[in-house]
């Protein structure tokens, strides 16, 4: 796949801020004159359809929002951005003008609604942010970029707002970073934004999650901006006023891609070069374990001993954890890590035993 920017200014951050939510024609349109104020807009987002969890809830004003997206464009010239889940709000977005659309993590997650959404523009070139799915996949987030450019779209973006986790964290998604580096790995062409507000769940931080996205070369940074967030019929605890928002942009650490000077780029490398040896002893450590790992499978064949025994791996975490807190290493990584090792390790253990 060969994705078109959807923003085609080379400048970063490229900015998307308005409310989580299109409340009144009042709160749109004084949300949007304070950010034209404020400048550095690249996209007005507000949601008209809203996809809640539970019924009962707000789940936006509906057509009617459109219109005032209309206004936003007309009066302050930005470009809106909108989300949708079907064919028929495809429709009335289009039809209304708004410039981009985006798919949200509830939608993202169903193939079947990505291939209405995909069949709905197919002959259109209006450019699409997709959200990550809720769940962790990498594949279906994928999955929903393939279905839009299958169906003639180039003018695609992905758009990180973490993943819903079981475990409680300061987050009410969890960034889990690899995933959207992975993404920009597989394709350098993306676009990609980083949506601190879904991430966080509340302001206070934001600018950390915001920073650590330009620290990993994201393209962008979507942040819900409503004139009195207090107040807001939804996700209130995520949202800033414009003048916040701002406060929020100009505090970026803004990185460059690669050293200009020649020295620095020189120092660098030779930095690099440490950590490539350091990694090539790291693996081969792990391929010395994995020969003992086959004998201790044999061990075990020899003498009907079952592969995993869970009494030896909690302690082996346990102090592996402890271990890692000294030498600097979280425990996530360190959790991590050692559970990718014994998977792999189980994997001879299993291939020795079961050996015709």
């Not at 996809?51 to 464009?73: I, N």
Request: contains cysteine; glycine residues 6%; negative net charge.
């Amino acid at each position: 796949m060969q994705f078109q920017r959807v923003f085609e200014s080379s400048n970063k951050p490229i900015l998307i801020a308005g409310p989580c939510s299109a409340e009144t024609e009042r709160q749109v349109m004084n949300t949007a004159e304070e950010l034209a104020s404020l400048g550095g807009v690249d996209a007005f987002r507000a949601g008209i359809w809203k996809p809640r969890t539970r019924p009962g809830s707000f789940e936006g004003v509906g057509s009617e929002g459109l219109k005032w997206l209309s206004k936003v464009k007309a009066e302050f010239g930005f470009r809106t951005t909108t989300e949708i889940a079907n064919q028929q709000q495809v429709h009335e977005a289009l039809e209304a003008g708004v410039d981009i659309l985006w798919i949200g993590a509830r939608t993202t997650v169903n193939p079947f609604s990505v291939q209405e959404i995909a069949d709905a523009l197919r002959g259109s070139d209006v450019p699409v942010m997709v959200k990550n799915p809720i769940n962790p996949d990498l594949e279906l987030w994928i999955g929903a970029l393939e279905r839009l450019y299958n169906a003639g779209l180039s003018r695609i973006a992905a758009v990180h707002r973490g993943f819903s986790g079981q475990r409680k964290t300061e987050f009410r998604n969890i960034p889990i970073w690899e995933y959207p580096l992975e993404l920009m790995l597989r394709f350098p062409e993306l676009q990609i934004i980083n949506d601190p507000s879904h991430i966080c769940g509340n302001r206070t931080l934001l600018l950390s999650v915001a920073q650590k996205a330009m620290d990993l070369n994201f393209d962008g940074i979507m942040l819900e901006t409503h004139i009195d967030p207090d107040n807001a019929w939804s996700d209130s605890r995520q949202q800033v006023i414009p003048m916040r928002w701002k406060e929020i942009i100009n505090s970026l650490v803004l990185r460059e891609e690669n050293a200009a000077d020649l020295s620095v780029k020189t120092d660098l490398e030779h930095l690099r070069k440490q950590i490539d040896e350091l990694d090539f002893e790291v693996l081969q450590l792990l391929g010395e374990r994995m020969k003992i790992a086959d004998k201790i499978g044999s061990f075990k064949r020899a003498h009907n001993i079952s592969i995993f025994q869970s009494e030896r791996w909690a302690e082996i975490l346990r102090q592996s954890v402890i271990q890692g807190d000294r030498l600097g290493l979280s425990t996530e990584f360190i959790s991590a890590l050692l559970t990718a090792v014994h998977q792999e390790s189980i994997n001879h253990q299993a291939k020795i035993m079961n050996k015709d």
